[in-house]
């Protein structure tokens, strides 16, 4: 992990502080910032204010998020490939901003099924080693998310009985290498946009919103399934597809697979 020590900026905000590795250096007062406080409204600077009175952006490069009470701006536009509204990084996804042409969610049940009918439908052995069971994968995640709690990062400003904690595999990574990275999320957060806090987190770029053939995804380390991208992390810890604590398989994959063999990031 020493690696990414060096890797981004703090944001200069009092009370936030967090760390953002593509951080944005603000123009009046010329202090670094993160994303949430890139503007200068969102950090109070006082160098915008004493310059000139504050003039809302309009510019041919600024594009305005769609989502209800949500004011953020982009430099590019961010359109829903579903309802073709233009929304902000932060609400790209579409049970983010709870896109009107969002298909019926999939239920923990049928999330199950799911999973089984994708084992049914290949040949390759997954898990050549007898794969552990839920019990004893709770209990493991119990013990780790003590540790975790102690060196994971995330945003700050996620309430702590909101927050869940996950030991990540890097891509090409594996948990005997050192290449994994212990991190919070909202359990309100889709998968997707975990995808997106643990690429920002540790440096990795993110292609999935261009026309590269392979994107990110996230699997399970018990199972090496693919967690559905608009899926809820809650959704998924009340099916216990992974627990609090556990470990789940960054990785770059085409649109064809949906399961990893896990023992490679042992």
Excluded at 151 to 173: E, M, S, W
Aim: glycine letters at 6%.
């Amino acid at each position: 992990m020493a690696e990414f020590l060096n890797l981004g900026k703090h944001c200069s905000l009092d009370g936030c502080k967090q760390i953002d590795f593509l951080p944005f250096t603000c123009t009046s007062c010329q202090k670094v910032f993160c994303l949430d406080h890139k503007f200068p409204d969102d950090h109070s600077c006082t160098e915008f204010a004493s310059d000139s009175p504050h003039v809302e952006y309009t510019g041919t490069k600024g594009y305005s998020c769609s989502f209800t009470e949500c004011s953020a701006r982009e430099l590019m536009p961010v359109v829903c490939d579903k309802c073709l509204k233009n929304f902000c990084l932060r609400h790209r996804h579409q049970n983010d901003h709870k896109c009107e042409k969002l298909e019926e969610k999939i239920t923990p049940t049928k999330t199950a099924e799911h999973v089984q009918q994708i084992l049914a439908s290949k040949k390759l052995d997954v898990n050549p080693k007898r794969p552990r069971g839920k019990k004893s994968s709770k209990t493991a995640a119990k013990v780790a998310l003590m540790k975790m709690k102690l060196h994971a990062v995330g945003d700050t400003k996620i309430p702590n009985f909101d927050r869940v904690y996950l030991q990540v595999v890097l891509p090409g990574g594996a948990v005997s290498k050192g290449t994994t990275k212990p991190l919070f999320f909202s359990k309100t957060w889709s998968v997707g946009r975990v995808i997106d806090a643990v690429a920002d987190r540790a440096g990795i770029s993110n292609t999935n919103n261009t026309g590269s053939s392979q994107k990110l995804r996230l699997f399970s380390m018990d199972s090496g399934c693919l967690l559905p991208i608009d899926q809820t992390v809650d959704a998924l810890l009340q099916n216990e597809t992974f627990f609090n604590g556990g470990t789940v398989i960054l990785e770059r994959v085409t649109d064809e697979v949906n399961v990893i063999n896990t023992e490679l990031y042992q």
